[in-house]
């Protein structure tokens, strides 16, 4: 079956950065746009970034944008987030997602069990 | 972009009652690109239904949904125990993919 394990949580200061990573296994990963979204503790869902099946594509939220990258290795069926410019707001957990229905991006199916980013001095 | 709105915040029902989440659109959208994802305390979300009431896999019927143009709904027929969670609605609108704020339903 699908499955995402996200990885590379953690404590950062302000200003600081991370990079996330997302495995992917019970499917072909090439073939598939992939998303980040976040949640702040106790807070609603917020999409982060969107990158196309092949990588030449990606989106941002305005939220992140200038400062989160997303990118993938399709020959490791990884995922990645590099956070940048990090800030307290972006504390949340953050869950990678495989886009749905095939050929399309228009939602999140299923999602990974998420990894904890804390940004505190 | 579209901003999702959701009513109740929060639903107090019993086991075996009747529950109707709304989820209003901004400015008018299809339904074909809407979707409603269920979280239970602790865990990830996951895809409930999505579009005009494709429901997941093993996602039973007594979860539907309906509406158009800006106002929609999640309704759950009969509470089961398991269904007590938080309900988000979700907007694709390229390239943007957009949240409401979420539904808790509890145990009332």
């Known amino acids: 079956q699908v499955q995402l394990v996200e990885s590379g949580g953690g404590v950062v200061q302000p200003g600081g950065s991370l990079r996330l990573s997302c495995a992917a296994s019970g499917f072909i990963f090439r073939h598939y746009g992939m998303h980040w979204a976040r949640q702040a503790p106790g807070k609603g869902l917020e999409w982060v970034a969107f990158i196309q099946f092949d990588g030449n594509n990606e989106y941002y939220a305005d939220s992140v944008k200038g400062r989160f990258t997303v990118s993938r290795d399709n020959s490791k069926n990884t995922l990645f987030l590099e956070m940048n410019s990090l800030r307290p707001e972006d504390t949340a957990v953050y869950y990678c997602?495989?886009?749905?229905?095939?050929?399309?991006?228009?939602?999140?199916?299923?999602w990974g069990q998420g990894t904890l980013v804390i940004v505190s001095s | 972009e579209i901003v999702l709105t959701q009513s109740p915040g929060t639903l107090s029902l019993s086991p075996g009652e009747r529950a109707t989440l709304s989820c209003r659109a901004s400015q008018s959208v299809s339904i074909t690109y809407l979707a409603w994802y269920q979280q239970k305390r602790g865990q990830a979300p996951k895809l409930l239904i999505s579009g005009a009431s494709s429901r997941a896999t093993g996602v039973p019927d007594r979860f539907s949904t309906s509406g158009s143009g800006t106002d929609f709904t999640l309704t759950i027929s009969r509470l089961e125990p398991e269904d007590f969670a938080v309900y988000y609605c979700q907007h694709f609108g390229f390239p943007s993919w957009t949240f409401g704020q979420g539904t808790k339903v509890e145990i009332k």
């Open positions: 997602a495989k886009d749905f229905p095939d050929g399309h991006n228009w939602f999140f199916d299923p």
